[in-house]
């Protein structure tokens, strides 16, 4: 059975940083990533990873985030820099259990495992 757990949520002012982890039980596939959800808008791709696949970005967190994974111990990390406020929002750990092309690795349909999510806080 696979588990995703997030952690690292947290609440900071604008400019911070943070780093998100998410520890994958049982998960032995490629493919990877983190959504997140602001109140009353739909859930998001902001980044997504796995084996010797290159890393996928939104734009709105181009050169603020970087996605990364401990394939040893199964986490994945979400280092995120230079806060903003509208990066506010509870952020998803999720995996798929295929492959997933680059076109689709931003989009929620392509996962099938989820985490409970993270709350990030990022205040002016």
């Known amino acids: 059975q696979v588990q995703l757990a997030e952690s690292g949520g947290d609440s900071v002012q604008a400019g911070g940083s943070l780093r998100l982890s998410c520890a994958a039980s049982g998960y032995t596939g490629s493919y990877m990533a983190w959504f997140r959800q602001a109140p009353g808008k739909q859930r998001e791709g902001v980044a997504a990873?796995?084996?010797?696949?290159?890393?996928t970005y939104a734009d709105s967190v181009k050169g603020r985030f970087t996605i990364s994974r401990d394939n040893t111990k199964n986490i994945l990390f979400l280092q995120m820099n230079s806060l903003k406020p509208e990066d506010t929002a509870i952020y998803y750990c999720?995996?798929?259990?295929?492959?997933?092309?680059?076109?689709?690795?931003?989009?929620?349909?392509?996962?099938?495992?989820w985490g409970q999510g993270t709350q990030v806080t990022v205040s002016s």
């Open positions: 999720a995996a798929a259990n295929q492959r997933v092309p680059v076109s689709r690795r931003l989009l929620a349909s392509s996962y099938v495992y």
């Open positions: 990873a796995g084996y010797y696949v290159q890393e």
